[in-house]
Every structure is written in structure tokens, then in C-alpha cells.
């Protein structure tokens, strides 16, 4: 997940990044896609964007 967030500090939305990580490991669901956001966002790992939607 961190490797599809852009470096540059510009934002990715959800949907798009859990799209692209379901094509390389189609056994993905949504729940462990959730869980791992809010994990790596509860470590400082990952910043929510400031708009509404959802957005890394």
C-alpha cells in the first residue's frame, strides 16, 4: 500500500489505490484494505487528504 501513495505529498484516492492492489493480489478484500489503512494511518505512516471523499 505505502509503495502506491505518491511521494511527492500529493494525494491518492482509496478507491484507486485499493483497484491497483487488487489487481496484483486479487484475494484482497475491502476489510483487510480498511484495516490496513486505518493501521498505517494510526502509526503516522499515512496522512488522510483534507478532502471530503476519501482520499490517502
Do not use: C, H, Y
Request: aromatic content about 8%; hydrophobic content about 45%.
Amino acid at each position: 500500500m505505502l509503495a502506491l501513495v505518491p511521494i511527492d505529498g500529493s494525494s491518492n484516492g482509496n478507491q484507486s489505490i485499493l483497484d491497483r492492489l487488487k489487481s496484483q493480489f486479487s484475494q484482497l478484500s475491502e476489510d483487510a484494505f480498511w484495516a490496513a489503512r486505518d493501521r498505517l494511518t494510526e502509526k503516522g505512516l499515512l496522512q488522510k487528504g483534507r478532502v471530503w471523499g476519501a482520499m490517502l
